[in-house]
Structure formats: structure tokens, C-alpha cells
T-cell receptor, first 115, second 117 residues
Framework: AQSVTQLGSHVSVSEGALVLLRCNYS??????LFWYVQYPNQGLQLLLK??????LVKGINGFEAEFKKSETSFHLTKPSAHMSDAAEYFC?????????????FGTGTLLAVQP | GAVVSQHPSWVICKSGTSVKIECRSL??????MFWYRQFPKQSLMLMAT?????????EQGVEKDKFLINHASLTLSTLTVTSAHPEDSSFYIC?????????????FGPGTRLTVT
């Protein structure tokens, strides 16, 4: 079975500081990994995804994540936080990239950005 | 880009009544859609996978007779909460699966907040 663990339910950074949101996964097969962002009372927006190939994945809004198989991690980073980055971030895993691929979500990390 | 809409965005109903939530793919066809439930400050829990023209596949622990899902067309899936009770109050989110870059991605609707009084 697949699972996702997000360390830190709340992360607070200063504007301009590095953002690091942690995600570790468990999967018996090569995983497909995703990061989503959710703003209050809205649905989820895909930030980036890892399927195969290059382990460093670049997404929207300056975010990137690196797939590290040896550490079973897929941490999300952004060099310089912006006030608009304040939101809830979810890491997710699926077992395949097919149409019916189920996403297993982590518990989420609420990012606060201080001025 | 792919847009998924939900209607209504919020609804309040009385205990014992039924509520229907619509999920539409606006600019693409979706053979597969998903329904999630999200409690306050918690993650999304998959309720069911909805396939056009066939019965939905429900996750373990989800009552099929309470949460009726219909996917009658390639652009519309509906979730009906029957005989709603206060414990059904939650944020319901749908997503549609579309091909992207050799695999599939899920595009999410904006969600529907259900409050049962």
C-alpha cells in the first residue's frame, strides 16, 4: 500500500526566505509523486509532478522538488518565499499514471509567510 | 488549460433531505472523475472513482447507498448525498483525469461546502 507523510503541519517563513516542505512516501512500486497547493475554500492546483526521468522537477510559481529514491523523499522547495505563497500544500502519491490512478494524499502543510 | 467546475459552491440543507452536487469538465471530456471529501484542516479522502457509463467504484468504508454517484456523460458527474445528516457536513471536491505528458493528471474543481443543519 502507498502512503505519504508530510512532516510539519505548519511551517512559517519570512518573505524572501527559503521554503522547504517535507514529504516522504511509501510505495511498493516506483511511485508517481505530486505536489498540490490549495488556497482557502478552493480546490487543488497542481504545482509539479514526478513520473520518470529527471529527479529534479520544476513546477509553477518557482517551486521545485527532488525525487530521492534512497531517502523515499520528495521535498518541495522555493528559494524565496512570497506573500502569495501562503496556502496549504499537499504531497500525493499514486502507483501509476493511468486514467484511473488513485491519489493518496498526505495530511498537508500550512505555509505561513511573514512580512 | 483544463477547467473543472462544481455546482453549487456551497449549500445548506436540513437533516434528512438529499443534496446533489455537480462536477463538470468545461473544455474537455473526462472518462474518469473522482470524488473526495475533506474535513476542516484535514487532507482529502478519496470517496469513489466515477467512470462514464458504468457504476462508480467506492472506497472501503464509503456507503454506496448514501453517496450516489452518476457519470452519465463525458463532461458531467454528480454526487447525491441522500438523507443527509450533520456528520455529512464537509467540503466535497471532484477531479477529472486527463492525459498529460505521457501519463494522466487530475484537475480539481473548486469544491462544494455542504452544511447539514
Amino acid at each position: 500500500a502507498q502512503s505519504v507523510t508530510q512532516l510539519g503541519s505548519h511551517v512559517s517563513v519570512s518573505e524572501g526566505a527559503l521554503v522547504l516542505l517535507r514529504c516522504n512516501y511509501s510505495s511498493s512500486v516506483p511511485p508517481y509523486l505530486f505536489w498540490y497547493v490549495q488556497y482557502p475554500n478552493q480546490g487543488l492546483q497542481l504545482l509539479l509532478k514526478y513520473t520518470t526521468g529527471a529527479t529534479l522537477v520544476k513546477g509553477i510559481n518557482g517551486f521545485e522538488a527532488e525525487f530521492k529514491k534512497s531517502e523515499t523523499s520528495f521535498h518541495l522547495t522555493k528559494p524565496s518565499a512570497h506573500m502569495s505563497d501562503a496556502a496549504e500544500y499537499f504531497c500525493a502519491v499514486s502507483v501509476d499514471g493511468g486514467a484511473t490512478n488513485k491519489l493518496i494524499f498526505g495530511t498537508g502543510t500550512l505555509l505561513a509567510v511573514q512580512p | 488549460g483544463a477547467v473543472v467546475s462544481q455546482h453549487p459552491s456551497w449549500v445548506i440543507c436540513k437533516s434528512g433531505t438529499s443534496v446533489k452536487i455537480e462536477c463538470r469538465s468545461l473544455d474537455f471530456q473526462a472518462t474518469t472523475m473522482f470524488w473526495y471529501r475533506q474535513f476542516p484542516k484535514q487532507s482529502l479522502m478519496l470517496m469513489a472513482t466515477s467512470n462514464e457509463g458504468s457504476k462508480a467504484t467506492y472506497e472501503q468504508g464509503v456507503e454506496k447507498d448514501k453517496f450516489l454517484i452518476n457519470h452519465a456523460s463525458l463532461t458531467l458527474s454528480t454526487l447525491t448525498v441522500t438523507s443527509a445528516h450533520p456528520e455529512d457536513s464537509s467540503f466535497y471536491i471532484c477531479s477529472a483525469s486527463i492525459p498529460a505528458g505521457g501519463s494522466y493528471e487530475q484537475y480539481f474543481g473548486p469544491g462544494t461546502r455542504l452544511t447539514v443543519t
